[in-house]
């Protein structure tokens, strides 16, 4: 089975500040991906990050990066240089073969 | 191409009734997915399809849903039978499956609030 837990309910930053969001997850499987979404209030479910989990380099994306631990099942998200856009649910996804799960979420909210 | 559509975007329905719901995905992507989201939760998987073929099912999805993707293109899900614990937001996404498992494009979303 695969399980994936996001320990923050909630998180607030302020702007141009850096924020970093947790995940944890377990898996049987040998071959899988782990990714964050991003879901603005009202808005579509988008794609900030993607990690394959038989690389060892961290993925970065612009102001968004991850610390990979996979001994430790962790997946962090850090958020560089804040901005009020990056309000949102954030949601920490597992996909494998055979299960795709994600994590309850975090809302993120961004103090001017 | 501007994305994944789903129709309707609200539904209301009373308990016992059945419905249906259309994914159209971005016309390239050969996988797709459904999901449902309860407010205040992370979405939970459904089924997905590779082509016209439903390759995972959830637990989730009892013999009162069904799903289809006739000639590898736009989706159906119905819902029999209705009940009030199906009220959720129904989200499909769409991806292009070559190896590994890309980034979904997810569609706004079906609310179905059920009476």
């Known amino acids: 089975a695969q399980t994936v837990t996001q320990s923050q309910p909630e998180m607030s930053v302020q702007e141009a500040e850096t924020v970093t969001l947790s995940c944890t997850y377990d898996t049987s499987e040998s071959d899988y991906y782990l990714f964050w979404y991003k879901q603005p209030p009202s808005r579509q479910m988008i794609l900030v990050i993607r990690?394959?989990?038989?690389?060892?380099q961290n993925a970065t994306e612009n102001r968004f990066s991850v610390n990979f631990q996979k001994a430790a099942k962790s997946f962090s998200l850090k958020i560089s240089d804040s901005q009020l856009g990056d309000a949102a649910m954030y949601f920490c996804f597992i996909q494998g073969a055979q299960k795709l799960v994600f994590g309850q979420g975090t809302r993120l909210t961004i103090n001017p | 191409d501007t994305g994944v559509s789903q129709d309707p975007r609200h539904k209301i329905t009373k308990r016992g009734q059945n419905v249906t719901f259309r994914c159209d995905p971005i016309s390239e992507h050969n996988r797709l997915y459904w999901y449902r989201q309860t407010l205040g939760q992370g979405p939970e998987f459904l089924t997905y399809?590779?082509?016209?073929?439903?390759?995972?099912k959830s637990r989730l999805l009892s013999d009162r849903f069904s799903a289809e993707r006739p000639k590898g293109s736009f989706s159906t899900l119905e819902i029999q039978r209705t009940e009030q614990g199906d009220s959720a937001m129904y989200l499909c996404?769409?991806?292009?499956?070559?190896?590994?498992?890309?980034?979904?494009?997810f569609g706004p979303g079906t609310r179905l609030t059920v009476l």
């Open positions: 399809f590779q082509n016209e073929a439903q390759l995972e």
């Open positions: 990690q394959e989990a038989y690389k060892q």
């Open positions: 996404a769409s991806s292009l499956g070559r190896g590994g498992y890309n980034e979904q494009f």
